[in-house]
């Protein structure tokens, strides 16, 4: 079935006159030797990777595994397993000593399979961008999986990191709006451009994308919904930013409470601080959020604070810290001279020389 589906698929591409590339001929003829549970084992793992939940995460990773024992010579079920290591550590749902070791030597793995495998090529170039900080090495390999496979998303994502991180802030948005045209109602693909859209100073073209997704479920995308928050309060639309703020926490008692009682002594800007407070106090658990806890207290102007928290999220090697300098939330700590210091700890490309 799988054979014959391939030879309709081409044989619809040339009576349409659609130029296949060498790549997407190869991979539709290579789909027809693979074991057919392991196809579909796959695209459940996609799909929940797709949700990108932690639960999500953990399951699309299960699935991975399972695809690889099913079909072990199959270079896209090695690189589904780099890719959902990749997402949990460094979105916090995993330690980064347990996933990142695990998610190179399985992208590693589908490269030594595969050499053409986009999928692959992302993974690595994410790996190399988010754990090693290698600019030179994730540049590498976003362009050889876009040279692959222009229309990967995850890929342009990538690509548009690196260039923030290099200081390329608008070539970063610019890429992420490409990357959204080949799947514009995709959470993952618009997720990036909301908040690149933040690093460019873009907040009301951010928030008008925020009220165009609002008919899609994002209830899940916490990342999502932290970009809406954060334009809306650099927009100076406060109320509204704490607003959505507890509406994210809403099944956490203790986070409204700390609201609540900032709020009624200092409005929103005491809502924020007492949240990064609260944040501040959970002990081994605060350290994975640390940088969204360092952002928090930086917007209200607890620079000390702020610096602790960054430290911290330095000693974790957050990935994050990546994009920092274009994340209008530390404006108020540049002047500092423990920014560059960071910066410098940190390894960022040196910023463009102005026009």
């Known amino acids: 079935m799988l054979a014959v589906l391939s030879e309709v698929a081409a044989a619809i591409s040339d009576q349409i006159e659609v130029a296949l590339t060498p790549d997407q001929r190869r991979r539709s003829e290579q789909l027809a030797t693979v074991d057919p549970a392991a196809q579909e084992t796959l695209l459940k793992a996609r799909y929940h990777f ?29 690189a589904m397993v780099a890719a959902a290591y990749m997402a949990l550590g460094a979105f916090g749902h995993m330690p980064l000593d347990e996933a990142v070791p695990r998610s190179r030597e399985a992208a590693v793995r589908a490269i030594a399979l595969d050499d053409r495998l986009d999928e692959a ?12 900080w ?19 998303v995850n890929a342009r994502h990538g690509y548009a990191d690196l260039l923030t991180a290099q200081g390329r802030v608008d070539e970063g948005l610019a890429e992420t709006l490409r990357g959204r045209q080949s799947d514009p109602l995709s959470i993952l693909a618009n997720m990036p451009a909301i908040g690149h859209m ?31 928050e954060s334009a809306l309060w650099q927009a100076g639309r406060h109320e509204e930013a704490v607003s959505l703020l507890r509406e994210m926490y809403a099944y956490n008692e203790d986070a409204i409470a700390a609201m609540d009682a900032g709020s009624s002594t200092d409005g929103p800007t005491g809502a924020i601080r007492a949240f990064a407070e609260y944040r501040a106090s959970l002990g081994e658990r605060a350290r994975r959020g640390a940088l969204t806890t360092a952002q ?31 994340q209008p939330e530390y404006d108020p700590l540049k002047d ?6 960071l910066v410098r700890r940190i390894g960022l490309p040196d910023l463009p020389a102005a026009d």
């Not at 999500?56 to 024992?69: K, M, P």
């Not at 500092?336 to 210091?341: I, M, S, V």
């Open 121 to 132: 090529h992302a993974a690595l170039g994410w790996i190399r961008l988010y754990f090693d």
């Open 50 to 78: 797709n949700r990108f939940t932690g639960d999500g995460l953990r399951l699309a990773l299960e699935l991975g595994h399972e695809v690889v024992s099913t079909a072990p010579d199959w270079a896209s079920g090695h």
């Open 198 to 228: 933040v690093f460019a100073r873009r907040f009301e073209d951010a928030l008008a994308e925020c009220d165009r997704l609002s008919d899609l479920d994002v209830s899940l995308y916490e990342a999502v919904r932290f970009a809406c």
């Open 134 to 152: 290698d600019w030179s090495g994730a540049e590498k390999e976003f362009l050889r999986a876009l040279e692959i496979n222009p229309n990967h």
């Open 296 to 326: 928090l207290f930086a917007r209200v102007g607890e620079i000390d604070r702020a610096f602790e928290w960054l430290d911290i999220a330095f000693d974790e090697r957050r990935p994050q810290l990546i994009t920092m300098r274009a």
């Open 336 to 341: 500092d001279p423990r920014y560059e210091a």
